[in-house]
């Protein structure tokens, strides 16, 4: 399967990929299979102690070992720059990819130098209001620049690509679609380890999976919680996830008086116990790229409830999920309480999502195919 001669250049914000027998080290190491070469710098601080590792016979990971955060995306583009001349990259034979809007702004520098093309990757919309915070915001004033002068944008869904094409006026042949990968096989056949219905003593759990962060907006879960509670009190939520809200969203289930109704489990490296022994899967964001832990949870078993974000949008509300703004709790909570009294809804709801799912999704050969093809015809815009 692999491109004779084409090398490629990523730069990569995913730490991940040095985590051994992860699955996403596993998916570099089949990118890999698609070149000749693929080298990955990836954005690091010399806090995480990572070093220069080879994956496979020609997959390479060079971490930045930054001082600071700041200093990432500069030392990315000095480390891509002498790569492209070490490793002898040959424009037209050559791509650098980028899988964020800093990565994106060293491969640009990279590509200025070299004159070798560069795909970047948006996994979320950059400009969207709630795409908020510091860091955020320096993404956002250096993300039109970047696309502008990319020479191809990878996205996740159709929204996505309409959204950026409209602001941003990009002609829209740059603009390929790719939804994530997601292995539905895998998802399937994991095994339950545990049941959330032995560990905690509710009747009905709600999960969520989410980074908190202040777009998943997770205090609005909470607020559904405390108006399910109220007509059914043996409800609980399992929130899996870490981030900056942790102590906000306790503080608030202390002022809902939710003590006893809610566990922060924090991140977790396997989810198929969460997804399969569940009872709902509910998610909040404010937006989302794509939601690839809506999609796990779904091919899982689970009946969804959500906002109308990332591939949500392309859901059928009342078929696939239940579908509401965020601004509407009491509907939340309405559907929660409708699918706590009928086994049958939830049923429905998990057989159509599952159907809907698995027609939308790509096989990993598909997948891999598309890859390969947006590499391939990046490689030829030479200027």
């Not at 689970?302 to 078929?319: C, F, N, Q, Y």
Request: hydrophobic share 40%.
């Amino acid at each position: 399967m692999s491109i004779s001669g084409l090398k490629v250049l990523m730069i990569s914000s995913d730490r991940n990929i040095l985590v051994p027998d992860s699955a996403v080290e596993e998916r570099m190491k089949t990118y890999g299979n698609l070149v000749e070469e693929l080298h990955i710098v990836l954005l690091s601080d010399t806090s995480h102690g990572l070093k220069e590792t080879k994956l496979s016979e020609n997959v390479w990971v060079y971490p930045t070992n930054s001082l600071t955060s700041i200093l990432r995306p500069i030392n990315a583009a000095r480390m891509g720059k002498r790569i492209i001349l070490d490793k002898k990259f040959v424009r037209g034979e050559s791509v650098i990819t980028a899988d964020s809007i800093e990565c994106g702004w060293a491969g640009l520098k990279i590509k200025k130098k070299w004159r070798i093309p560069l795909e970047v990757q948006l996994h979320t919309d950059p400009f969207s209001p709630y795409f908020s915070g510091f860091q955020n915001r320096v993404r956002k004033a250096f993300a039109r620049t970047v696309l502008a002068h990319t020479d191809s944008i990878r996205v996740v869904s159709e929204n996505l690509k309409l959204n950026i094409v409209n602001l941003l006026k990009i002609e829209n042949s740059k603009l390929k679609i790719l939804p994530i990968y997601v292995d539905k096989e895998k998802i399937k056949n994991e095994a339950i380890k545990f049941d959330l219905h032995a560990r905690y003593p509710w009747h009905f759990i709600i999960l969520t999976v989410s980074r908190l962060a202040p777009e998943k907006n997770l205090g609005l879960a909470l607020e559904i919680l405390s108006l399910v509670r109220q007509r059914f009190p043996d409800t609980g939520l399992v929130i899996v996830g870490s981030g900056p809200e942790e102590k906000s969203l306790k503080l608030k289930v202390q002022s809902l008086k939710l003590e006893g109704g809610v566990e922060f489990v924090g991140w977790q490296r396997e989810l198929a116990s969460f997804y399969k022994t569940a009872n709902v899967f509910l998610q909040t964001s404010l937006f989302e790229g794509y939601g690839l832990s809506l999609v796990e949870a779904g091919l899982s078993g689970l009946p969804i409830v959500t906002t109308p974000v990332g591939i949500a949008e392309d859901l059928e509300h009342g078929k696939d999920a239940y579908i509401y703004p965020a601004s509407r709790p009491d509907l939340f909570a309405e559907a929660i309480i409708d699918l706590i009294e009928s086994n049958q809804k939830r049923e429905n709801l998990r057989f159509n999502l599952k159907k809907t799912l698995e027609s939308k999704l790509l096989s990993k050969e598909q997948y891999l195919s598309k890859l390969k093809e947006n590499w391939e015809n990046t490689a030829k815009k030479i200027k």
